[in-house]
């Protein structure tokens, strides 16, 4: 006997609505899934039972109740494990005659038709769906391994196939794949119900006997019937995939390169050229103010964070996690009392790109024919969703995929999608910092990772593009007060710490050249450490000693990080104290006379003699060895004073020491006052 309160009352009663029997439901191993596996199963919250449908020990398909539910505008009526494939459900009957070709078998849609059909002496398979026989656009695996040739099979649509050209075309479809294995194929016409209902082989057969379904039309495939749907077959295979005649390919390399190509055009120079860029960084550190600034910056025209030249057109700005008032107050501190760009237009919602996001921004370039840039932000919600068994390196690689093919159709077009960083805090290659899988980066033209720690206003933005030589690393700032961005240059030339970023803020703020001593006055620092960072400044060419012992900001074509005078006066007075033929400079004696000293780096190098000997000068290298600081902190160290020994470079006396080999004073290393 069934036990009834094993099943929820509304599965039993579905149950009971097909005809099945106890001992159907039994033999089937149907059963209603336990409330709290539900959402194990389906990760959806508002299915409230399930009726679970075994095929076997490792495949079961749900049927959802309550059964008009919608999932994303679309019923949800059965459901199954995500990348379980295509299966054939044979009812446990049927199993044991299956082998055998010369019994006739049926074919419906829908395991309760199948056992209906089977439990009144028909025997019948099922499949989930009119197109589910399909596996890779071939007959599935578990329907080839079934042996159809010269069996007679009869295949039971439902009543209205015959007015819905699309599912007729299915049941063409799989009569042909069926007959290419073998098999002699007809369409059983069940006709509707009573008061002109659709009804399906269970319906048929609670109403009516097996001997009034086989007086009921049976419709070979040849039959005009299926006279459109067979046309549309001519043009395909057997599986419904298009027929194509083989194309002859191969180009000549000799004509690509007789062509003449545009050079990549830079929306951004050094940062965005054309094509379809992924800009990454972790959340709430100012990717979307960056994309913002640059936004407005190419509305405008004129230059980008501070110092790149841009040249102006349409912007479409795409903003999916900031609504319309949080995105006019970082606009407003952008713009500072200045008028909105006309250039300058946004959305904040956006179709995704495969639900006519594509198509709504292949509409929108071609009303702005000079577009420049379309910004996105952020990927997440706008990508595709994953496909049932995608991997997930082919889910990423087709996220970017159209944008890319989109920009490829644009020339001088940028589309930069905004994303995050995974929680990896360091990686050889910054490209492993970008959330997901490598088919993203792989996807892109081109892709910037943007690196700051939290509350530090510095920042270094990591570029690479298809178009780009070689890959390149950029300095940034953010402003507090505006949410702005602005280019410093290079990464490698800016300073590396705060102590030294205090020197470069004292140095801008003056007009002349300054010592080190009143450096160290000015910061109240201790003059020996300051020597130390300016003689380490000096190497990395963060400051230019202009003449011994003074110090001022370099000459750069690259924006230094602070604002540089323009009084020069000082270039002129350090060209005069030098002697640029014999590469020599001015120094003080210990005696307080004025004499000339050979640059110090020249003696390090062993290519002048000392004042001391006419033997080359040991070579120290272009590091000051490890015996000179005496670790304080991390940037500014002690010296080591030693008081009875004379410099190897100058012949006089001084109270420093570099190894005990090798000796050189405060005047000669270009430190002293």
């Keep these: 006997m069934l036990d009834a309160s094993a099943f929820h009352p509304e599965h039993l009663a579905d149950l009971r609505k097909s005809g099945l029997s106890d001992e159907t439901i039994e033999q089937a191993g149907l059963y209603s899934v336990r409330p709290n596996d539900i959402k194990k199963v389906t990760g959806i919250a508002k299915v409230e039972s399930m009726l679970a449908i075994p095929y076997t020990p490792e495949f079961t398909r749900y049927k959802v109740f309550p059964t008009n539910l919608k999932v994303q505008g679309k019923k949800l009526r059965y459901t199954q494990p995500k990348g379980t494939g ?26 309760k038709k199948a056992l209906k059909a089977c439990q009144e002496g028909v025997m019948c398979l099922a499949i989930g769906g009119l197109w589910n026989w399909l596996d890779a656009s071939r007959l599935s695996p578990e329907l080839t391994g079934i042996p159809w040739r010269d069996r007679h099979v009869t295949l039971y649509p439902d009543s209205d196939v015959w007015k819905r050209q699309d599912l007729l075309e299915a049941v063409y479809r799989l009569g042909q794949a069926l007959e290419a294995e073998g098999a002699q194929v007809d369409v059983c016409a069940l006709g509707n119900g009573p008061g002109e209902t659709k009804q399906g082989l269970d319906d048929f057969l609670c109403d009516a006997t097996t001997d009034d379904l086989k007086g009921r039309p049976h419709i070979p495939l040849t039959h005009k019937r299926f006279e459109r749907v067979a046309k549309k077959a001519q043009a395909r295979d057997s599986f419904g995939k298009p027929k194509r005649t083989p194309v002859r390919r191969g180009k000549k390399l000799a004509d690509l390169m007789a062509k003449v190509f545009q050079t990549p055009r830079a929306i951004v120079e050094k940062i965005i050229l054309e094509g379809a860029m992924l800009l990454a960084g972790k959340p709430k550190l100012g990717k979307s ?71 709504d921004l292949e509409l929108w370039i071609q009303e702005h024919s000079r577009a420049r840039l379309i910004v996105i932000d952020t990927l997440k919600r706008m990508r595709p969703k994953p496909k ?7 889910a990423d690689y087709e996220a970017l995929q159209g944008l890319a093919d989109l920009c490829h159709k644009h020339e001088g077009l940028a589309v930069v999608i905004v994303h995050h960083t995974n929680k990896l805090q360091d990686a050889e290659d910054f490209a492993d910092l970008i959330s997901g899988s490598t088919g993203l980066p792989g996807s892109a033209d081109g892709f910037a990772v943007l690196r700051r720690k939290r509350g530090d206003g510095d920042a270094t933005l990591s570029v690479v593009h298809r178009d780009l030589p070689e890959d390149r690393e950029h300095a940034l700032r953010s402003d507090p007060l505006t949410g702005g961005w602005t280019f410093l240059g290079a990464a490698q030339d800016q300073p590396t710490s705060p102590e030294q970023r205090a020197i470069l803020e004292v140095l801008a703020e003056t007009i002349e050249p300054l010592t080190s001593k009143g450096i160290a006055q000015i910061l109240s620092k201790k003059p020996d450490a300051v020597r130390f960072l300016l003689w380490k400044m000096e190497q990395a060419g963060l400051v230019d000693r202009v003449s011994t012992g003074r110090y001022a900001l370099p000459s750069r074509e690259e924006p230094h990080p602070f604002p540089t ?86 012949g006089g006396h001084s109270s420093v020491h570099l190894t005990p080999q090798r000796l050189a004073c405060f005047d000669c290393l270009g430190l002293g006052e």
């Design 86 to 111: 295509v299966h054939v459900y044979v009812p446990p009957t049927a199993r044991l005659v299956l082998q055998d070709a010369t019994i006739p078998s049926g074919i419906v849609e829908g395991e």
């Design 289 to 359: 103010r960056l994309m913002l600034d640059i936004a407005i910056a190419v509305a405008c025209g004129g230059k980008a964070l501070g110092h790149l030249p841009v040249d102006a057109g349409p912007v479409l700005y795409i903003s999916l996690e900031d609504p319309e008032r949080r995105l006019q107050s970082r606009i407003q501190t952008m713009l500072t009392g200045c008028h909105a760009p006309g250039n300058f237009e946004y959305e904040t919602e956006w179709p995704r790109v495969d639900e006519g996001g594509l198509e």
């Design 388 to 394: 049932p068994g995608q991997s997930i390196y082919d």
């Design 565 to 650: 005078t323009t009084n020069n006066t000082n270039k002129s007075n350090s060209a005069n104290t030098s002697n640029s033929s014999n590469n020599r400079r001015v120094v003080s004696e210990p005696s307080g006379g004025v004499a000339e000293s050979p640059d110090l780096l020249a003696v390090l190098a062993g290519e002048i003699e000392t004042a001391n000997s006419h033997e080359p000068a040991p070579v120290l290298g272009p590091e000051p060895p490890v015996s000179v600081v005496s670790a304080v902190s991390s940037e500014v160290d002690e010296w080591i004073h030693n008081e009875s020994f004379t410099c190897d470079v100058c």
